[in-house]
């Protein structure tokens, strides 16, 4: 049995296992400390407290100096208070100190509103700062999805374990020290140099303005307004599960119906859905996983397995640069995203008698590296991408605000026909292990041609980093493996490299918790419910739809009739697959 | 931090990795291996922490993090008679910054920087265990102590007709 101890603070008692911090013990009770630095997604293998920044300090009876409440353990008797003058004294000491290193531009930061620094000044009720700082200035770095704007940096390193410990891509750390210390790629390069995935978890959690997003709700208005423009939108599967936050809305509210009103309000000429994409992703790498196992189970030698998912363009970029000796292994499926782009700019441009140039394909993500996926030369026809602008969930909430549309008070609308009809293994794609759970439901009733009773794989399901399940084809048993956060991933593709690998399919998604996750949400502050709360909702939505398979979309078997013929045909390699690029550095020319 | 450009031979890249090998290509031992590998080609430029960083398994951001942070390490060469000031505290307030600043003033180089025949170089130290010496003084291997602004001229003389 876990020992137990029992401490008292601010005159409330409480009892926690041995082991427990401070800060963890207060939260028990809900007495809150505040935190700069500290950051945990509980039961998401998240975790930081360097206990550098010093605001979560609390006085403790008995110890002459104040103690960080995130890094120090409770003991026994131990009797806390975390608000008494002096402990307030110090904290907004320690806060001015960092603001007297911080530019004051907070009416025009990008954070402005969400910033936690800006919160903790607030609370703080801070109006003046009695200290001269360095002011210290960077240069500013501007990627395909990333800005770097390292002034806004108050080196709380919460990047650099996301990076480095979570996600295992190793682009960013701290370097150099005292005024100059800050977080940056080798060298000093820029992110485009560096090993950056663009997955966009350090911009998820950076505190401050410092991380961000590049943003193009700009270029979208622009658009809107031509009048020579049609202006096509699709929005990803977990959107509609967190984007209702941003006004205030419970986590996991699920706002499928108001946005697409309000996509309406903001002037899209049509209102479409990444799903119905999503939808195709299945038919066609559905087929090619079904393909390379039957080529498996018939004795081929050569055939590529277990088959990876190719959907999340951190988890792309990731194997590109770390693992480019597997590139031949994933999927050559285009992820969503590229698949409508490619169907709305050729299909669908001709349906309605437009020039593909005419035609403004504007993706909404929970993403940040679908900026740079759209932005790859390989999605594009002579210099016009397939998708033109990709912006995240909170960018649309930008756009909604600044459009000034009372989002709460909105009626449910719907999407438009025909790339707007989705199915429920569809929407399933903006949560960890829901791929695969759709790859499953279509392959097992082709494999096997016979009707699947129950469609919901509770085995695939779940938030832990690495889940395994077996899957019965009809006396065939499938192995699928899936991992979310690139940590996880990377612990699989070691054991595919050592030939070790157990997997006939394996799902990979960049993001801890998969879409809903992602670099592009309205941010968790560290809050790992809210998380779970939209995956909830993804699943609540799946359960509500009409139609669960993707290969029962009527609107997908009108596309194979009318344009692509059947999965897996040259049309459809060239408009719906990609192939990869070795991206890994070498300094020494072997 | 600037870095020279460098060209490694498969000899450089086998030092490299015969040095990572002694401490078991641990991750822990990073800073073990920068040490010796820095022992042995007397600076670390970019191209030779690409080399460690993948020999002990740690990323190539994480590298030059660790180089950057501790003043020891350097990306660019030491000079032939490398300078060492010491400005621990017992140095400091016996007037090392004075020291410093002659020596700075005489060379015409920076703290971290070279001289351009490639002679001399000035690093500062904190506290080479001779507090009773303050301000103290390494060139190379060899220690001068109590040294005030005046006997700069005499040290650098010492070395001016070597080569």
């Not at chain 1, 930061?109 to 910033?115: F, L, S």
């Given at each position: 049995m876990q020992e137990t101890i029992n401490i008292t603070i601010n005159k409330k008692p409480v009892e926690v296992e041995k082991g427990t911090t401070v800060y963890q013990a207060a939260r028990k009770i809900n007495i809150n400390i505040p935190v700069l630095c500290y950051m945990e997604l509980e039961d998401m293998g998240v975790k930081h407290n360097?206990?550098?920044?010093?605001?979560?300090v609390v006085e403790v009876e008995g110890v002459k100096n104040l103690m960080p409440s995130c890094v120090t353990k409770c003991w026994d008797g131990m009797n806390v208070k975390t608000n008494t003058a002096r402990v307030l004294n110090a904290r907004k000491t320690v806060v001015e100190l960092i603001l007297s290193d911080h530019p004051f531009d907070c009416l025009i930061?990008?954070?402005?509103?969400?910033?936690d620094l800006q919160k903790m000044a607030q609370d703080l009720g801070i109006r003046e700062i009695h200290y001269q700082g360095e002011q210290s200035t960077y240069r500013e770095d501007t990627s395909p999805a990333i800005i770097r704007e390292m002034d806004k940096c108050i080196n709380c390193r919460r990047c650099e374990t996301m990076c480095n410990d979570v996600q295992t891509v190793g682009a960013l750390s701290g370097i150099n020290r005292g005024f100059e210390a800050v977080v940056a790629p080798a060298f000093e390069q820029n992110l485009e140099h560096s090993?950056?995935?663009?997955?966009g978890q350090c911009v998820a959690v950076c505190p401050t303005g410092a991380l961000t997003e590049v943003d193009h709700s700009n270029h979208v208005l622009r658009a809107l307004a031509d009048p020579q423009k049609t202006v096509v939108v699709q929005t990803a599967p977990a959107v509609r599960a967190a984007l209702g936050e941003e006004f205030g809305m419970e986590a996991g509210t699920l706002v499928t119906g108001k946005m697409t009103r309000a996509l309406r309000d903001l002037g899209f000429d049509y209102v479409f859905d990444t799903d119905f994409a999503a939808d195709l992703t299945i038919m066609e790498e559905g087929t090619e996983l079904l393909d390379r196992l039957n080529k498996h189970l018939n004795g081929d030698k050569n055939v590529k397995l277990p088959i990876l998912t190719s959907c999340c363009p951190g988890w792309v970029s990731f194997f590109e640069h770390h693992f480019p000796e597997l590139k031949d292994i994933p999927s050559t499926a285009r992820s969503p995203q590229q698949m409508f782009g490619a169907v709305a700019k050729n299909y669908f441009a001709e349906k309605i008698n437009k020039n593909r140039k005419d035609l403004v394909v504007v993706s909404i993500m929970p993403c940040v590296a679908k900026k740079y996926e759209r932005s790859r030369e390989e999605f594009a026809n002579n210099g016009d991408s397939d998708v033109n602008y990709s912006i995240t969930t909170r960018e649309l909430s930008h756009l909604i605000k600044q459009a000034n549309i009372d989002f709460n008070t909105l009626e449910d609308d719907d999407f438009d026909k025909p790339l707007g009809e989705s199915t429920g293994a569809a929407v399933i794609f903006g949560t960890t292990g829901g791929v695969i759970e759709a790859a499953t439901r279509t392959a097992y009733e082709i494999h096997t041609g016979k009707n699947l009773e129950k469609v919901d794989f509770e085995e695939l399901r779940g938030m832990e980093g690495i889940r395994k399940a077996s899957v019965d084809f009809d006396g065939q048993e499938i192995k699928i493996g899936i991992a979310h956060g690139l940590g996880n991933a990377r612990k699989l593709l070691e054991n595919i490299k050592q030939g070790k690998s157990e997997f006939h399919a394996i799902e990979i998604m960049a993001c801890p918790g998969g879409c809903i996750g992602g670099g592009g949400q309205p941010l968790h502050h560290g809050d790992s419910s809210i998380i779970k709360a939209r995956q909830k909702a993804i699943y609540q939505e799946d359960a509500g739809k009409?139609?669960?398979?993707?290969?029962?979309n009527p609107f997908i078997k009108e596309l194979y009739e009318e344009y692509l013929g059947k999965p897996g045909s040259e049309k459809s390699h060239d408009l719906l697959h990609t192939h990869y690029f070795d991206r890994k550095k070498r300094w020494i020319k072997k | 931090m600037s870095s020279v450009k460098v060209e490694l031979h498969q000899k450089d890249v086998d030092k490299i990795k015969e040095i990572a090998k002694e401490y078991n290509n641990d991750p822990e031992a990073l800073i073990n291996v920068l040490h010796s590998t820095q022992d042995h080609f007397g600076y670390l430029p970019a191209e030779i922490q690409e080399i460690v960083a993948e020999e002990t398994n740690v990323s190539i951001a994480k590298v030059y993090g660790v180089v950057t942070f501790y003043s020891f390490f350097t990306m660019t060469p030491k000079g032939r008679y490398p300078i060492s000031i010491c400005t621990g505290t017992a140095c400091y307030v016996r007037g090392a910054e004075t020291v410093l600043e002659e020596f700075k003033r005489q060379l015409g180089i920076e703290v971290g920087e070279t001289s351009e025949n490639g002679k001399y170089s000035i690093n500062c130290l904190r506290c080479v265990g001779a507090c009773g010496l303050a301000p103290v003084v390494m060139v190379g291997d060899k220690t001068y102590g109590r040294v005030s602004p005046d006997g700069v001229s005499d040290i650098i003389a010492e070395y001016e007709d070597a080569e």
């Open positions: 360097p206990g550098g920044c010093r605001v979560c930061c990008a954070k402005n509103g969400t910033c090993p950056c995935t663009y997955c009409k139609i669960r398979k993707s290969h029962e | -």
